[in-house]
C-alpha cells in the first residue's frame, strides 16, 4: 500500500512561486501514473498535472500551462509541483494522488497542503 504525504503549502503573495512536495512512502512511485490535484472552497477537486513517471510524459490542465511544473526525484521517491507567478484563484487545498493505470480513478491520495495566495 502507498501513502502520500504532501507538504510545501502556506501563505504567499501574489506573484511569488511555491513548490509542493509529495513524499512517497510503501512503494516507489516509479509504477505510477501521479498526479496534482487543486480543491477550491465551494468547488469541485480538480486535475491540474499528471505524469507517468516511467514514460516520462505529462499533462496540464490549461489554466496551469506555463506556469506549474510537475517533477520527480526517483532516489527521493517524491514527486513535485512548482508554482510560478501564483494568483489568489490559486488558494485551494492540493492533493497528489497515483494510479496504477494511465486512465481511470485515482487509487490513492495524499491528506492535501492548504495554499493560500494573497492579493
Known amino acids: 500500500q502507498v501513502q502520500l504525504v504532501e507538504s510545501g503549502g502556506g501563505l504567499v503573495q501574489a506573484g511569488d512561486s511555491l513548490r509542493l512536495s509529495c513524499a512517497g512512502s510503501g512503494r516507489t512511485l516509479s509504477s505510477y501514473d501521479m498526479g496534482w490535484f487543486r480543491q477550491a472552497a465551494g468547488k469541485e477537486r480538480e486535475l491540474l498535472a499528471r505524469t507517468r513517471w516511467s514514460a516520462d510524459t505529462t499533462y496540464y490542465a490549461e489554466s496551469v500551462k506555463g506556469r506549474f511544473t510537475i517533477s520527480k526525484d526517483n532516489a527521493k521517491n517524491t514527486v513535485y509541483l512548482q508554482m510560478n507567478s501564483v494568483k489568489p484563484e490559486y488558494t485551494g487545498v492540493y492533493y497528489c494522488?497515483?494510479?496504477?493505470?494511465?486512465?481511470?480513478?485515482?487509487?490513492?491520495w495524499g491528506q492535501g497542503t492548504q495554499a493560500t495566495v494573497s492579493p
Open positions: 494522488a497515483g494510479r496504477a493505470r494511465s486512465c481511470g480513478t485515482y487509487d490513492f
